[in-house]
């Protein structure tokens, strides 16, 4: 029985000794958090979104500017009446006397500027730039997630690998034991080898990196040990949750969009001017120019803009009680977070526990699982909070 049992130790240090030997990574908490900032897919996807209202905040911008634009045509035709050219045929609309030409020419400088438009530039760039608060938020809140189940799964892999070496320990000092207590703690290793291998996996998906990557831990098994109060979770809460802010954004959007429709109602002015030189003129000869101003005023459009401003009063509405939900959401989040954390913060002390050196005075069995679960609600409750509480 004796000789089995050494052959098994010996394979298992070796096979330990050949996994370490070829590892491609190691992985400790901060690093595993760093590098699913930069590469994982969904933190990836929403930079791109805030790339997205960038572009979006330039193109708003672009409605303060004059729009200018040269146009060159050469058109053949036979017509006994006069043609102008628009839509599909031209960008600019060509006027084509009325009569029989070979090939016609025309070329047109042109600039226009809007003077006046009801507000409706101002509002439009206010909402390009509430857009992009709101897109930051949205990815604050993804970053947040990530990083809390990176934090959840490494923590969940330490936990593994601290009772996967308490076993093995348990294993080395078997000697002399019976077979049937051996066999289980052989289960019990096999068992929490696989999970750890599974988790892992989860880890290095939630990371962004290969999943045959091989990777070393490195880190222990410390308690998160803090103390909170409802009041002060609740403000954190309410200060850093980018679900919050997000909902906020969206409020002033949705106000922003009213008035923009209203603003349709509102008349507009601009200015411009041309210049034009046709049929066989060159540019410096005689050519035909304009200086106009344009005003606008909306009189009668069936009712569809008071339709459309009551269409957005009514979205206003469906998003303030919408925020009051998530509101209502996140209080209850916090309230379970924290509740969950003082339990296994009480039965941390209420078993003698200490911060102890793993390498010096390992956790038996059950304390692993009282830190375990000690740090992962306080991971929890980061998530509820919106905020990393290590620096609180």
Known sequence: MKKPLILFALCFTFAGMAYSAVYEKILTEDSSVQTAVNINHDILIHSQSIDLAYQRIKESQSLYFPKIDFNLNASRFNNMEPLVLSGPLSPVSVYLPGENRDIYFSTRLSVWQSIYAGGRIKTTNKLADIHMNKVKNEANAVKNNVINQVKTAFNTCIMYKEKLNLFSRQLENSKGKPQIEILEIQRRIDLVKFNYDREVLNLLSVIGLELDTIVILDGKLVPKLKKFDLNQSMLLAYQFRSEMQTTQAQETIDGLMVNLLSMQRFPTISVGGGQEWMGDQ???????????????????????????????????????????????????????????????????????????????????????????????????????VGVQLDSY
């Open 282 to 384: 060159v540019i410096g000869d005689k050519s035909s120019w304009y200086v106009s101003i344009n005003a606008n005023l909306p009189i009668f459009d069936g009712g569809g803009g008071v339709a459309r401003v009551k269409q957005g009063r009514i979205h206003v509405r469906e998003t303030t009680l919408k925020r009051s939900k998530i509101e209502e959401e996140i209080k209850l989040q916090v309230n379970k977070a924290l509740l969950e954390y003082n339990f296994w913060r009480g039965q941390f002390y209420k078993a003698g526990m200490s911060e102890k050196d793993l390498s010096k005075v390992p956790y038996t069995e059950l304390e692993i699982d009282i830190v375990y679960n000690l740090n992962r609600s306080y991971y929890a409750l980061e998530l509820a």
